[in-house]
C-alpha cells in the first residue's frame, strides 16, 4: 500500500493525543507548517490546561477520529509525545478502518497508534519528529529536509549506513527482507496483555527510548523475551537510548545490549540515528525494509508514500 504524497497547499491534522505543548511551542509549529507550503489545521480547543493531558480523554479523541477521517487531507502531524495516547486504544480498536489511508507522523508516546495502524490497519506510517521539536530547530536541517522529501514523494526510500553489529547472526553476511514496526520501548511494553499488543513475528523490531536506565531496559527486554517476542522476529534494530536525568557507565549499557544480542538467535543491530537524541531521523514503520549484514550493516525501508 502506498499513501498519497504530500503536496503544496494541502491540509496537515494537527492533532495532540498525549501531552501538550506551550502556545509559543503551538504558534512556531503552525508557522513552520506554513512555511512548507501546507495548510495546517488546529482545532479550537485543541489543548486546555491539564495535569496530564493535552486535553480529554474525549475531546483527545474526537480530534484523533476527526483527522482519520476527514477526506481533504493526507497528514496528521502530531504535536508532542509524553503519555496519553494509550488511553485512546479502546476507542481506536472500534474505530472502522477509513477507506483512505493517510500518513500518521510522530514518534515517543505516538507509538502506540503506529502499532495500531501497522498491525491493524495494514497502514505504513512515519516514525519521526512531532510538530513542537520544530520550535527547536535552528537554520538548516538535512533530517528535516530528507523528512519533507519523504512526503512530498520525491524519496521512495530511506536508508541507513554503518549500523553495528552486536551478535553473530548479524555479522553473517546475507540480505533479509521484512516489515518494521515498533518504537519507543516503554510504550511497546505497554500493550503487552492488550488487543493491540505488538506481534513481531516476520517483522524486524525497532527500539528506542529515554532515561530508561539500563537494569529497566534489561527487564524489558527479559520480558518481552519471556513472551516470545524474538522466537519468530525477524531482527532487532536499535536506535537512541537516551540518559538525561541520571548516569550510568558507559559499560552498563554496552553489557545490557551485548547480554540480550548473545542471548537470541537473530540478527541485533545498533546505531540508528532515531528517538530522543540531538537527532531524529524519520523512520518509515509497516513498510517492506532490507537489511544488509554482515561486516558492514546497513537498512533501507522503503517510504510506503507514492513518489511523485
Known amino acids: 500500500m502506498h499513501i498519497e504524497s504530500i503536496q503544496p497547499g ?39 490546561k491539564m ?20 477526506p481533504d ?5 502530531c504535536l508532542r509525545g509524553g503519555y496519553g495516547a494509550i488511553r485512546l486504544m479502546p476507542q481506536l480498536r472500534e474505530l472502522k478502518k477509513p477507506v483512505r489511508p493517510k500518513i500518521l507522523l510522530g514518534y515517543s508516546d505516538i507509538s502506540s497508534l503506529h502499532l495500531h495502524l501497522n498491525q491493524h490497519w495494514r497502514w505504513p506510517s512515519l516514525h519521526g519528529p512531532v510538530l513542537a521539536s520544530l520550535s527547536r530547530v535552528r537554520g538548516y536541517s538535512a533530517d528535516l529536509q530528507e523528512l519533507f522529501d519523504v512526503l512530498s514523494g520525491y524519496q521512495g526510500q530511506v536508508r541507513f549506513e554503518n549500523l ?93 545490549f551485548k547480554r540480550f544480542a548473545n542471548s537470541v538467535d537473530i540478527p541485533v543491530v545498533s546505531g540508528l540515528p532515531v528517538g530522543h537524541g540531538a537527532r531524529n531521523r ?25 513518489q511523485t
Open 73 to 77: 487531507s493526507n497528514l496528521i502531524w
Open 164 to 256: 553495528h553489529p552486536l551478535n553473530a547472526a548479524a555479522r553473517r553476511k546475507g540480505l533479509v527482507e521484512a516489515r518494521t514496526i515498533g518504537g519507543n520501548m516503554t510504550v511497546l511494553q505497554s500493550s503487552l496483555g492488550t488487543p493491540s499488543a505488538l506481534k513481531p513475528a516476520g517483522h524486524f523490531l525497532f527500539f528506542e527510548d529515554l532515561n530508561e536506565r539500563p537494569h529497566r531496559v534489561d527487564r524489558m527486554l527479559t520480558q518481552f523475551a519471556q513472551a516470545g517476542w524474538f522466537d519468530k522476529c525477524r531482527a532487532v534494530v536499535l536506535g537512541e537510548f537516551i540518559l538525561t536525568k541520571a548516569r550510568d557507565r558507559r559499560e552498563l549499557w554496552e553489557d545490557v
Open 10 to 48: 494541502q491540509i496537515v491534522d494537527v492533532i495532540a493525543p498525549a501531552s501538550a505543548c506551550t502556545r509559543q511551542e503551538l504558534n512556531k509549529a503552525v508557522k513552520a507548517i506554513e512555511q512548507l507550503g501546507l495548510k495546517p489545521r488546529v482545532p479550537k480547543d485543541l489543548i486546555v
Open 282 to 306: 524519520v523512520l518509515p514503520l509497516g513498510t517492506l525494509s532490507h537489511l544488509r549484514l554482515g561486516s558492514t550493516v546497513s537498512l533501507s525501508l522503503a517510504s510506503g508514500i507514492a
Open 51 to 70: 495535569p496530564l493531558f493535552s486535553n480529554t480523554d474525549a475531546r483527545r479523541w474526537v480530534h484523533l477520529q476527526r483527522a482519520l477521517t476527514a
